[in-house]
């Protein structure tokens, strides 16, 4: 009964975390930052795969939250700094988040990219561009 809970709650936080860091993953490709890795999980990777873009998405050993790596970030907390950007090749700082304008930034990492329903209308936005351009426009995204 017990464990039956547990793996219960491990399921549904785990299917949380995936819409809820897939919506900064959505926006964050939608403005151009590159994304290094998609994880549900922390510690460890169990299994993954790398994508024709660079990332990669993996799943890792403990269930208790996830993280979108960019690719200006020097932990999985986000750190980053000016010598993480004079790292960076000059095409890697074009995708870098910090190179972004305030809005694009705010996109990515605030309440537009945490919603799941919001994520799902992102989707569908970017799938059929229905005011696609005006918006990239107004975050300050690469068209």
């Known amino acids: 009964m017990v464990l039956d809970t547990i793996i219960g709650f491990l399921f549904v936080l785990t299917v949380v975390v995936f819409f809820h860091e897939f919506g900064h993953f959505l926006v964050a490709r939608w403005c151009g930052v590159g994304v290094k890795a998609f994880s549900i999980g922390f510690g460890p990777e169990i299994f993954g795969f790398t994508d024709k873009y660079g990332t990669r998405w993996k799943v890792s050993w403990i269930p208790l939250g996830g993280y979108v790596k960019f690719i200006d970030d020097e932990n999985v907390a986000s750190a980053s700094g000016r010598k993480t950007l004079e790292r960076l090749s000059p ?53």
């Open 91 to 143: 095409e890697e700082r074009r995708q870098s988040f910090q190179e972004k304008p305030l809005a694009a930034r705010a996109a990515v990492a605030g309440p537009l990219s945490d919603d799941p329903v919001v994520t799902a209308g992102l989707t569908e936005m970017i799938a059929t561009d229905s005011g696609g351009t005006a918006a990239r426009a107004w975050l300050g995204c690469a068209a």
